[in-house]
């Protein structure tokens, strides 16, 4: 089937969108798939229509069929799966038609996102190989990576095409430029047909497919909505009324190179048949002939913190936003260390989900007020993609060019009934798209960005994986949680040696026993050892608790000095004046 395909020199029509049709015909807004257990007639009836209207491939009434979207285990899902398929196959049967495996994105924001789906999309795959699918549509995607394992276990089985979802302005739900996950496609031997689907009608589709390249290697289809839907009485309903519109500019999809065409929501039988008067199914094949635009060259600058150090550790200084906006004792710490030789002052993203400033924005008056390098933290949790593009295209103009990028700690759960995470993707995600932001927008001076290390992980051989991923999204630095132990100093060079990256070790100089008992007890990811706790005394006064930590921080660092890249400090309460004690025997 996989070669067969690939030999087609036509034109080849698909279905339209068989859930908004549903909706339409029977008034419901309960789930269409749920059709394939409680109404399998009306399932194979509006299969038949499609493939009356001049189809010659039909998607399975699968799209939403996953634990996310029906709300249920696995094994309800599987059933859903097995019965969807084989109506598909029943609708086809004595004719030439094929009926297509169709798989949709699957809507699951937390922070293990990738993981979690590359699982899933792995098994929906696996039941559709059993009941006999030979030709795979991932469709409404809004990156690729979640789906390379499930694409690497079906590639010599079966035929795969792989749809993105843009918005008008070319970009995926995740912040993903079209161009960019085009050519990842393009790049994978599995794939067999790329191209895009729903989210925008056929105008916003033309101009978007021809701002891009098409290698030619792989066949193109395109799978506009009808249009844009319309509120009414509470629901949102597509206008039935631009069929020849459609129909002309599904046509001009077809000259300028799409193999492959056919609907996506708002599109019934009726557009599929007009499609197929109009359109010469028996053309001769067309490569694509859209090209890209051409990018202006633009010398590169340097805005790495670290760009031009040499024969010395980095040195990186967190200050903690105010929960307020009292700014005093942040600002007089930031003129503090403008003594001290510290190479880049960072400040946290409201860690522990609790609000505080801004920390692109209190990083850009600080800046501004003492010209020394600043590093935001970014974290994925309260912004989807649109807002963190706003907000990295505004710190960019504020020559704020050196970002930290985290997953972030989710919101407590005593505010979770009012309080909603977003987490469009995690750190590596978020990598991704700024890594490809430094492509597009940023090319003549790019943002410069590191991921964090949590050497405490129990199993090391994950997190070094995940260091991995960071540094091949484009990660060029990494700091890692404090250390306050030989052990957890250990794991850290562990990382160092199976990695090669560049590493900022955390130090945190504990003040007193009720800081040390505070970090091991309310801190996630910040290790406290008992013999860290034993240093310390209830009745210390100030200047011996702060002795103490100086005392464990210089300890820490004689640990690493032989493979630390530097040393990323923490102070409890911005008491940023230990810093020269910890260092003066260093400069």
């Known amino acids: 089937m996989k070669q067969k395909i690939k030999a087609w020199n036509k034109k080849v029509l698909f279905d339209g969108a068989f859930g908004t049709y549903y909706a339409s015909l029977f008034d419901t807004r309960e789930l269409p798939e749920l059709a394939n257990e409680l109404y399998p007639e009306r399932v194979l009836e509006i299969h038949k229509e499609y493939i009356g209207a001049g189809a010659k491939i039909i998607r399975s009434n699968t799209f939403a069929s996953n634990t996310v979207t029906l709300e249920g285990g696995w094994e309800r899902v599987e059933e859903n799966i097995r019965k969807g398929f084989r109506l598909a196959k029943k609708a086809t049967e004595e004719t030439e038609v094929l009926a297509a495996a169709d798989i949709g994105s699957i809507p699951y924001e937390g922070s293990d996102r990738e993981e979690l789906l590359s699982k899933e999309y792995k098994k929906i795959c696996k039941v559709f190989l059993e009941e006999g699918a030979e030709v795979f549509i991932f469709e409404t995607m809004s990156e690729l990576e979640e789906l390379k394992p499930a694409i690497e276990m079906i590639g010599e089985q079966a035929y795969i095409i792989v749809q993105f979802c843009m918005n008008q302005f070319g970009y995926s739900y995740s912040g993903l430029r079209g161009k960019k996950l085009i050519e990842e496609a393009e790049k994978n031997p599995w794939i067999d047909a790329i191209g895009f689907n729903c989210g925008i009608g056929p105008g916003h589709m033309i101009k978007i497919v021809k701002e891009l390249s098409f290698s030619g290697e792989k066949k193109l289809i395109l799978l506009p909505n009808a249009g844009y839907p319309q509120s009414f009485q509470n629901r949102f309903q597509f206008e039935q009324n631009n069929l020849d519109y459609y129909v002309d500019k599904l046509c001009e999809m077809a000259e300028l190179g799409a193999d492959f065409v056919g609907g996506c929501c708002g599109t019934t039988p009726e557009y599929i048949k007009r499609l197929k008067e109009r359109l010469n199914t028996e053309a001769a094949d067309k490569k694509p002939v859209v090209k890209m635009k051409a990018a202006g060259s633009q010398k590169i600058e340097e805005n790495a913190f670290y760009a031009k150090k040499t024969g010395k550790k980095l040195i990186a200084v967190e200050l903690a936003p105010p929960l307020g906006i009292d700014d005093e004792k942040l600002m007089d710490a930031a003129h503090f260390l403008k003594k001290s030789q510290v190479d880049v002052l960072t400040f946290p993203d409201s860690p522990s989900g609790r609000t505080r400033v801004d920390s692109v924005l209190i990083a850009g008056k600080v800046s501004q007020e003492t010209g020394i390098p600043v590093m935001p933290h970014i ?209």
């Open 379 to 587: 974290c994925c949790r309260d912004k989807n993609a649109i807002a963190m593009r706003s907000q990295l295209l505004g710190a960019h103009i504020n020559q704020i060019r050196n970002f930290l990028v985290i997953t972030g700690d989710p919101i407590p759960s005593v505010a979770r009934s009012s309080i909603k995470s977003v987490f469009n993707f995690d750190s590596v995600g978020l990598m991704r798209l700024i890594k490809e932001m430094n492509e597009e927008q940023f090319s003549y001076s790019p943002l410069c960005f590191g991921g964090c290390i949590n050497q405490g992980r129990r199993n090391l051989e994950l997190e070094i994986g995940r260091v991995k991923k960071k540094m091949e999204a484009g990660a060029s630095f990494f700091m890692t949680q404090p250390v306050a132990s030989k052990e957890s100093a250990e794991r850290v060079r562990q990382i160092k040696k199976e990695t090669g990256a560049r590493i900022l070790c955390g130090i945190m100089p504990f003040v007193s026993l009720k800081n040390a008992s505070f970090m091991k007890n309310e801190m996630t990811g910040i290790e406290v050892s008992q013999e860290v706790l034993n240093r310390y005394r209830s009745d210390m006064t100030k200047e011996e608790g702060e002795e103490a930590g100086i005392q464990l921080a210089r300890e820490m660092i004689d640990l690493m000095d032989d493979f630390a890249d530097g040393y990323y400090f923490s102070f409890p309460f911005n008491r940023v004046y230990m810093l020269e004690k910890i260092l003066e025997e260093r400069r």
